[in-house]
């Protein structure tokens, strides 16, 4: 079955420090992988995308993410943490289909 | 940088009453999409649509549903007889080309409704 599973449900770190986000998929075929964020009342914004090719990629606003096929993994990173990425992080797998199907979410406090 | 928008941001409406969601997507974009998220659960997956077309919807999506394209640049999302269980944000989403080739969807800001 097609599934994304984000196992840490809420994370708090302090400001400056490093941050990694877990995601881990299942997915029948070929993967496009996806990490969206959610601040309070907004849309979901996206991050970053892997598409193929370099399995590290960069996105907006300093993260990055590691496609890791061998563990199904698609990790997000941030060296350090500024007190305006506390959101909601979503990870979603996308294929050969129309649809993308998104873990439930890790939601990101950051205190001073 | 072109946005999605949607209205309105939140709706109330009584249970059996018929509801339409409206969303604007990216103006050269081709493909639609309607997701919705659950308090406290995952954003699914509802429907896709291109040329007019469902091209692909989930089993979510049933006969209490409806797309449509009424213009060039809105695309709605009707529920016909709204239930308790359709309380929920609801997101636009639109892509360029197939997403199935990996194209990025562009989310809107949501559409919150509440079902009494």
């Known amino acids: 079955a097609q599934s994304v599973t984000q196992p840490d449900i809420h994370i708090t770190v302090s400001e400056g420090a490093s941050l990694e986000l877990r995601c881990n998929y299942s997915y029948g075929a070929t993967p496009y992988l996806f990490w969206y964020v959610q601040s309070p009342g907004q849309g979901l914004q996206l991050l970053l995308k892997?598409?193929?090719?370099?399995?590290l990629v960069q996105g907006i606003k300093g993260f990055e993410a590691e496609f890791k096929r061998s563990q199904s993994s698609f990790n997000l990173r941030k060296p350090s943490v500024h007190w305006s990425d506390a959101a909601e992080y979503f990870c979603?797998?996308?294929?050969?289909?129309?649809?993308?199907?998104f873990g439930t979410g890790t939601r990101l406090q950051v205190f001073p | 940088e072109p946005e999605v928008t949607q209205t309105p941001s939140h709706q109330v409406t009584q249970m059996g009453q018929e509801v339409i969601l409206r969303c604007v997507p990216i103006?050269?974009?081709?493909?639609f999409y309607w997701y919705r998220q659950i308090l406290g659960q995952k954003v699914e997956f509802l429907v896709s649509?291109?040329?007019?077309?469902?091209?692909?919807k989930s089993e979510i999506f049933d006969d209490q549903f409806s797309v449509e394209r009424p213009d060039g640049s809105n695309f709605t999302l009707k529920i016909r007889s709204t239930k308790l269980e359709d309380s929920a944000m609801y997101f636009c989403?639109?892509?360029?080309?197939?997403?199935?080739?990996?194209?990025?969807?562009?989310f809107g800001p949501g559409t919150r409704l509440l079902v009494l």
């Open positions: 649509f291109y040329n007019n077309e469902i091209s692909e």
């Open positions: 989403a639109s892509s360029g080309s197939l997403a199935g080739a990996g194209e990025t969807q562009y």
């Open positions: 103006s050269n974009h081709l493909y």
């Open positions: 892997y598409f193929s090719g370099d399995t």
């Open positions: 979603a797998v996308g294929g050969n289909t129309d649809k993308l199907i």
